[in-house]
C-alpha cells in the first residue's frame, strides 16, 4: 500500500497562511490524494482531493508536485478553528476501504 | 439529512461484557466502514460493508464481528469485551469505493472496558 509522511506538529499565527505538506513517493498512478482533518472530539472531516492538477475549494488549496511524489495542503488564512489533526491520504480508484490508511497526520495548532 | 450517526455516544463496559454499536447512515451509500483510534494515533479499519448483506475484515478485526442487514446500518459487535477494545469508534460510508469519492464519519462512540 502507498504510504504518506508528514510533520508530527505545526504551528501558525491566526490569519497568516499555513502550507501543509505530504510526502508520498511510492503514489501510483491510479492513487488520489485526499486530505481530512479532524477537529477535537469529532471525527475526521473531508477537506480536498485531487489526482495531477491543483485544487481549490471553499476550505482549502491542494497543490500537487508535478511528478506527484509530494503535495501541499494550503490553508489561505488559518482561523482559530482551523486547529486540527490534518490526515494526508491515498486513494486507489479500484480498490475497497482497506487502503483507506490513516497515518498520525499533523497537529495545527493555530496561535491568536 | 443526518449524515452518519452512532449510538451509543459514551459506554462503560466490564471486562466480558457484550455489546453493539449502531451505525445509520441516509445518504443511500453502498460502502459502509467502522475504525477504531487508540490514543494520538490515527484511524485503523475494524470491518467494513461494500452492500447490504456483505462485510469483510480491515485491518484490525480480531474480537469484532459486523452485520450489514439493512443498506442504511452497519452494527459493530463487541462479544466479550477487553481492556485493549478501550478506544474511541467511528463509522464512515461512502457512496462508491476508493477514488475521488468522500468519505463521511460519525462523531464516534467513546468506548471505556474495565
Known amino acids: 500500500d502507498a504510504k504518506t509522511t508528514q510533520p508530527n506538529s505545526m504551528e501558525s499565527n491566526e490569519e497568516e497562511p499555513v502550507h501543509l505538506p505530504c510526502n508520498h513517493s511510492?503514489?501510483?498512478?491510479?492513487?488520489?490524494i485526499h486530505w481530512y482533518r479532524q477537529l477535537p472530539s469529532q471525527g475526521p472531516e473531508y477537506v480536498i482531493h485531487?489526482?495531477?492538477s491543483n485544487v481549490n475549494n471553499r476550505m482549502a488549496s491542494l497543490a500537487i508536485a508535478e511528478d506527484r511524489k509530494s503535495s501541499t495542503l494550503i490553508l489561505h488564512r488559518a482561523t482559530l478553528r482551523d486547529a486540527a489533526v490534518y490526515y494526508c491520504?491515498?486513494?486507489?480508484?479500484?480498490?475497497?476501504?482497506?487502503?483507506?490508511?490513516f497515518g498520525p497526520g499533523t497537529r495545527l495548532s493555530v496561535l491568536p | 439529512n443526518a449524515g452518519v450517526t452512532q449510538t451509543p455516544k459514551f459506554r462503560v463496559l466490564k471486562t466480558g461484557q457484550s455489546m453493539t454499536l449502531l451505525c445509520a447512515q441516509d445518504?443511500?451509500?453502498?460502502?459502509m466502514y467502522w475504525y477504531r483510534q487508540d490514543p494520538g494515533m490515527g484511524l485503523r479499519l475494524i470491518h467494513y460493508?461494500?452492500?447490504?448483506?456483505?462485510?469483510a475484515k480491515g485491518e484490525v478485526p480480531d474480537g469484532y464481528n459486523v452485520s450489514r442487514l439493512k443498506k442504511q446500518n452497519f452494527l459493530l459487535g463487541l462479544e466479550s469485551a477487553a481492556p485493549s477494545q478501550t478506544s474511541v469508534y467511528f463509522c464512515?460510508?461512502?457512496?462508491?469505493?476508493?477514488?475521488?469519492?468522500?468519505?463521511?464519519f460519525g462523531p464516534g462512540t467513546r468506548l471505556t472496558v474495565t
Open positions: 491520504i491515498l486513494r486507489d480508484s479500484d480498490n475497497y476501504g482497506q487502503n483507506f490508511v
Open positions: 511510492t503514489i501510483s498512478g491510479t492513487d488520489y
Open positions: 485531487g489526482l495531477t
Open positions: 445518504m443511500n451509500h453502498e460502502y
Open positions: 460493508s461494500v452492500g447490504e448483506g456483505t462485510t
Open positions: 464512515a460510508s461512502n457512496i462508491l469505493a476508493g477514488g475521488p469519492y468522500e468519505q463521511y
